[in-house]
């Protein structure tokens, strides 16, 4: 009997469907028009010092999973989209398309404007800028097109374009970009700070304490750390739970890893509690279920139900899996 892969996709949006969307913590960073105008300079070597020249357009339901990641705005004739992102996605032109679409639809409405007529109307002059921060290593600038998609691949230049420039903000890289822009700086520490504990050993949640408690310390975000400590923490844990969910699902091999183990007795080797064959990637994705599972507060017996069914072995198996697992994840 042929099994799927675990739908992660489609538990999130039966168990977490009434759950309210939260901001990245790069959001809240720049959620003052200040912050966000000192951004925006940074990125622009520009000196503007008015925040009430910059005019919000965010779309409020663009959302990934549980997460906003997006912010828009008009200054200067320019419509910016700013994305964060912790993974690197290289469909982000696209994504963008999609997005300034909406967004010239409504300013097109909002100004009363006739596109049909013979007066050549006048638009804001689109950037698109993605803060990246994951863990791979990219270079501190890559601009990533739209046409890179297009079938077939032609170098003659075509007639739909949208370019995205991804900034790597990992602490060590763009020094000049966050020398002048302190939010972004500290920002930036801060992660960095996260990923030092637990790279050290520490449990993600108690990562996020230490970071907290030393950035305080140290001045850095200090403002936004100690009047929302928990919201920060629960913020990034619902970020890390995103990549966990992505490699959970997306995990390079899968499919092949799936076929192979059937055919060599992985539903076997599992109960029994030997290996038997069971490729170490197909392990850890039941771990990963676990885990993500336990994250969207199920009860251990109805992670080993989905679980089960799923991958082709035993309920109880899986319930003795469940009980290796440290239960430090729950929200």
Do not use: W
């Amino acid at each position: 009997m042929k099994r799927e892969k675990l739908n992660i996709a489609k538990i999130f949006k039966r168990f977490a469907v009434n759950r309210a969307h939260k901001d990245r913590l790069f959001q809240r960073v720049f959620a003052d028009k200040r912050d966000l105008l000192d951004l925006y300079n940074a990125v622009n070597h520009t000196d503007y010092a008015n925040p009430d020249e910059l005019e919000i357009t965010t779309l409020e339901d663009v959302i990934y999973m549980s997460m906003k990641n997006d912010m828009s705005f008009i200054i200067s004739s320019t419509l910016n989209l700013y994305e964060h992102q912790s993974t690197f996605n290289p469909n982000m032109p696209v994504r963008g398309l999609m997005y300034f679409a909406r967004l010239y639809e409504g300013y097109i409405k909002q100004h009363g404007f006739d596109i049909y007529g013979r007066q050549l109307i006048r638009l804001p002059r689109p950037q698109f800028i993605i803060f990246y921060n994951g863990r791979s290593e990219y270079p501190d600038k890559t601009v990533l097109k739209l046409s890179d998609a297009f079938i077939p691949e032609s170098a003659d230049e075509t007639v739909l374009e949208c370019r995205a420039t991804m900034l790597n903000i990992n602490y060590g890289h763009n020094s000049a970009l966050l020398n002048s822009c302190r939010r972004l700086h500290d920002y930036s520490y801060f992660i960095a700070k996260v990923n030092e504990y637990a790279d050290s050993g520490c449990a993600i949640k108690d990562a996020i304490g230490k970071a907290t408690d030393y950035c305080i310390k140290n001045d850095v975000l200090a403002d936004i750390l100690i009047k929302c400590k928990s919201e920060v923490t629960n913020m990034l844990l619902t970020e890390f739970d995103e990549k966990l969910y992505k490699k959970t699902v997306y995990n390079e091999g899968y499919e092949d890893g799936m076929n192979e183990g059937h055919k060599r007795g992985v539903s076997e080797g599992f109960e029994n509690g030997h290996k038997c064959g069971m490729l170490e990637t197909r392990e850890q994705d039941i771990k990963n279920s676990i885990m993500m599972l336990r994250r969207l507060n199920l009860s251990d017996e109805e992670i080993a139900s989905l679980i089960a069914e799923n991958y082709a072995v035993s309920k109880d198996a899986v319930i003795k899996e469940i009980c290796q697992i440290p239960d430090g994840n729950r929200q």
